[in-house]
């Protein structure tokens, strides 16, 4: 948890480019706290991976409790209290999909890099290359079964297109 | 026999067209705001000016222009709410949070034709007085998000927002605002604690209606993607000529998401209940039909929230006859015209027009399973009946798919499902996770049964005590 005795000691180094970023994107909204969102993006964009520090950093520059950018953290699935994999897969597990294979995909997925199937939520490879876990429906349910490699999109990913998917992340 | 009719993808996939503001611009786009933002006030009989914003807002209430989103509420009656009175600034989102289960029409607007919603949405906002206004895309679109930063870019520079827009002296801004993976966000009052910094639990109606109490306690307006991109086609042709296409009261064209079992799934732009079912799933220049050897099982109409349609059932519904008296018609599931009124009257919905099709490869139980699962994770845990209530479905269903079932789950589902919607929690979340339950369990039970029973008796053939019916000797222990 968040100890309030920390909040003067910073570890969180925000390049100056981040800092621009974000004053851009407070500069977007009537009220600071409205950025909220888009600053975790951005940090996690840059890092990977939101850290309790990174929340007091973004505390700091929107004026709010860390309290308030922790509950959000902790709310959305796209957000990352931990760091992932290097390439993340994230395979769509909703009705059309799973219409369309998404189920042996995950598990073609899961078997070929070393991860069980079965477990509940994202799972990381030893190596740190590969997350790979199921999200809800991803709104592109016509080409089914999709996934998402990092912000790059797949459709109508067949077994032999994932292996060739997987095999050019170095 | 019904035809495609391509008023918003009239471009979208036509060769060469680009999204870029060149090839908008070179297809006629911009003009249509133009044309609003100078268009001269109107003398009424009485003497009095009816301004441009007034006579745009007219012409989409003439058009009979329906949200596209999930709802099909009049547009014109929801502007109309807008507190134009309280001296507080009003806001316009554009709702891009595209996540219904079956989904993915407003992506092919914004991934392929972004300047459309734009000025779509730069009329609206002109017509409502808004100068601020954002779109709440899906975090997982990341390509659009940055899509539609760089088109917005491209419209400041040419002047279609931003300061004193075209001459017009009408200031407006608009900002791209990603959310994170929830599926939440697409309500509306969930959307609006979300864009302002929150977690995104819907708010209580009354009383916060958007229209009063929305982003920051201020008038908003939120509207679909392709509910924006409608208003420019309104305004370019006139609220008659628009309510001209479709049928009554079911105006204009939908883009139709077909996925499922069917050869080409797809989006399709159709004028509203000019399609039916049948035309849409087996039509060749649609869906093209079912796998060789396959027979239709089921249909979700609207998104997953829909009620589901088994093959072969069979509804009342209201026409008139030869000389307008009104006659109950007997109509096949397949034969239900593709519109909201229909769709209603035959209890499900078109929802946001997402048509999910399922031939009779399909493990109907497995296929509700998958469904509630969704419900289970996405339910933002704000109600107790709506949080408890679809994990609890959920997990039934789970036990239902991986040899735990019980012969009573059917009902125990329904009973559940019963006890989630009608005014028990805050928001329509109640409703939409129940009604795939409801109307699965209802009209598939014998196999929801018969998977329970055949669990039951393995179990029990396998000496396994727990699964055996009470007997006296365990009921005095």
């Known amino acids: 948890m968040i100890n309030q005795n920390n909040l003067n000691v910073m570890s969180f180094n925000a390049s100056k480019e981040l800092e621009a970023e974000v ?100 799972q990381t490879t030893k190596d740190g290359r590969f997350t790979v876990e199921f999200v809800e429906c991803l709104a592109s349910c016509g080409t089914a079964p999709v996934m998402m490699c990092n912000d790059h999109f797949h459709e109508g990913v067949t077994l032999e297109k994932a292996d060739a998917i997987t095999s050019a992340c170095k | 026999m019904a035809q495609e009719y391509k008023l ?24 249509t705001l ?13 003497g009095k000016k009816m301004t441009a914003q007034e006579q745009i807002r007219e012409e989409v209430k003439i058009s009979g222009l329906r ?20 001296g507080k600034p009003i806001y316009l989102i554009c709702n891009a949070d595209e996540s219904e289960p079956g989904t993915f029409k407003d992506r092919q607007i914004m991934y392929k034709d972004p300047h459309q919603l734009i000025e779509g949405m730069a009329i609206a906002c002109f017509a409502n007085d808004v100068h601020l206004a954002y779109i709440y895309i899906r975090g997982e679109m990341v390509d659009g998000a940055r899509i539609l930063n760089e088109a917005l870019r491209e419209a400041r520079a040419r002047n279609f927002i931003g300061r004193n827009i075209l001459g017009s002296g009408y200031d407006l801004e608009i900002h791209v605002h990603r959310g994170a993976g929830a599926y939440i966000c697409g309500e509306e009052t969930g959307l609006i604690e979300s864009l302002e910094g929150k977690r995104p639990y819907p708010r209580i109606k009354p009383p916060y209606f958007p229209a009063v109490l929305g982003l920051w306690m201020c008038p908003t307006i939120v509207n679909n993607v392709e ?16 309510a001209k296409l479709g049928t009554p009261n079911n105006t204009g064209t939908r883009i139709v998401s077909l996925s499922g ?22 039509d060749p ?67 946001s027009s997402a048509i999910i099709v399922m031939d009779d490869s399909t493990d109907i139980v497995e296929a509700l399973a998958n469904v509630s699962e969704f419900y289970a994770h996405e339910s933002c845990g704000q109600c107790t009946p709506c949080r408890e209530g679809s994990l609890w479905m959920s997990k039934t269903l789970h036990r239902l798919t991986h040899g735990e079932g019980r012969a009573g789950d059917a009902d125990y589902l329904l009973k559940i499902a019963d006890n989630i919607p009608g005014g028990r929690t805050i928001c329509a979340f109640g409703e939409a996770c129940s ?28 000496g396994n005590e727990l699964a055996k019916a009470p007997t006296e000797a365990a009921a005095h222990h």
């Open chain 1, 23 to 122: 004053d851009e994107l407070i500069s977007h909204y009537p009220v600071k706290r409205a950025a909220s969102l888009m600053v975790l993006h951005a940090i996690q964009e840059k890092f990977g991976w939101i850290s309790q520090d990174a929340i007091l950093w973004a505390a700091r520059k929107l004026e709010l409790p860390p309290i308030n950018l922790f509950e959000i953290l902790t709310f959305y699935p796209m957000l990352r209290q931990q760091p992932m994999g290097r390439y993340q897969i994230k395979v769509c597990r909703t009705l059309s999909c799973a219409l369309g294979g998404a189920y042996g995909l995950h598990r073609h997925l899961c078997d070929r890099l070393g991860l069980d199937a079965h477990a509940h939520g994202p």
């Open chain 2, 8 to 31: 918003i993808l009239k471009h979208v996939d036509a060769p060469g067209y680009g999204r870029d503001l060149d090839s908008y611009l070179h297809h006629g786009g911009y003009q």
């Open chain 2, 34 to 46: 133009g044309k609003a933002l100078h268009m001269p006030a109107r003398d009424l009989p009485d």
């Open chain 2, 67 to 86: 949200g596209r989103g999930g709802a099909g509420f009049s547009c014109g009656l929801k502007w109309s709410f807008v507190d134009r009175k309280s």
């Open chain 2, 227 to 242: 509910t924006l991109c409608n208003v420019k086609h309104i305004v370019a042709m006139g609220g008659n000529e628009f």
């Open chain 2, 261 to 282: 079992h069917v050869r080409k799934p797809g989006y399709y732009e159709i004028e509203v209940g000019k399609a039916t079912m049948r035309e849409l799933i087996f």
């Open chain 2, 285 to 351: 220049q649609f869906g093209g039909g079912l796998r060789d050897g396959r027979n239709l099982k089921a249909v979700i109409p609207g998104g997953s929230s829909a009620k589901v349609f088994k093959a072969g059932e069979k509804f009342k519904l209201k026409k008139k006859d030869a000389e307008g008296r009104e006659i109950l018609v007997e109509t096949d599931m397949l034969d239900l015209p593709y519109d909201f009124d229909s769709l209603a009257a035959a209890g499900s919905m078109s929802g």
């Open chain 2, 435 to 462: 009604w795939p339950v409801q109307s699965f369990v209802a009209k598939f039970k014998d196999e929801f049964v018969a998977k329970g029973k055949a669990d039951e008796e393995r179990r029990a053939g396998q």
